[in-house]
């Protein structure tokens, strides 16, 4: 079974500074996908950023970059030029790339860091 | 853009009460799938459908049931609510293939009392 661990249950940042979150995962699998997601404040959750596990290069979306170390089992999330409004609950998540429906479907979550950034 | 939305936002039940959680999703997305989200444990799956009348059991069925006699609505069922079943629950949607591209719906906050 799939575990994904975020340990950092909150964390805070001034705006316009960078941050990061961590997140490690355990697997027995070599193809996956891992992703961070954003729920914030009594809003619907999103996703930010998906990487693939056979690409070796970082993913990347705007403000939001990833660091995936696969030897590891890393996959930290680096927001840079922090706004207000990236204030939020950050989950990083997990599914095998197996194909083929049914269960290969289940995204596996860690249980969230709350990320705040002040002005 | 795909919208994914849930039948209530807030919903109080007292405890044995049957209760209907409903999620619609409007882009013809083949699984459709019900979370429950709780402080400090993140989300856990309940159940997940990937055609019409075809479910799997996820990580807690438990006490829950499904319903997917449309494509698009996806239903999820408490028998007999109980205050442990006080939570938030989330529904999403997927296309078919590799369905690595889940949308969420804006969640129900149930309290069982």
């Known amino acids: 079974a799939q575990t994904v661990t975020q340990s950092q249950p909150e964390m805070s940042v001034q705006e316009a500074e960078t941050v990061t979150l961590s997140c490690t995962y355990d697997?027995?699998?070599?193809?996956?996908?891992l992703f961070w997601y954003k729920q914030p404040p009594s809003r619907q959750m999103i996703l930010v950023i998906r990487q693939e596990a056979y690409k070796q290069q970082n993913a990347t979306e705007n403000r939001f970059s990833v660091n995936f170390q696969k030897a590891a089992k890393s996959f930290s999330l680096k927001i840079s030029d922090s706004q207000l409004g990236d204030t939020a609950m950050y989950f990083c998540a997990f599914m095998n790339k197996r194909g083929g429906g049914g269960s290969n479907y289940k995204l596996t979550f860690g249980k969230g860091t709350l990320l705040t950034v002040n002005p | 853009d795909v919208k994914v939305t849930q039948s209530s936002r807030y919903l109080v039940k007292r405890t044995g009460e049957k209760v209907f959680l409903e999620c619609v999703q409007d882009?013809?997305?083949?699984?459709m799938f019900w979370y429950r989200q709780d402080p400090g444990l993140g989300l856990r799956l309940i159940y997940f459908?990937?055609?019409?009348?075809?479910?799997e059991k996820g990580d807690i069925p438990e006490g829950y049931s499904v319903s997917r006699e449309k494509k698009e609505r996806f239903s999820l069922i408490l028998e007999s609510a109980s205050t442990n079943q006080t939570s938030m629950y989330l529904c999403?949607?997927?296309?078919?293939?590799?369905?690595?591209?889940?949308?969420f719906g804006p969640g129900t906050r149930l309290t069982v009392t």
């Open positions: 697997t027995s699998e070599n193809n996956y996908y």
């Open positions: 999403a949607s997927a296309p078919g293939g590799l369905a690595y591209e889940q949308y």
């Open positions: 882009m013809d997305h083949e699984n």
């Open positions: 459908s990937y055609d019409v009348k075809m479910k």
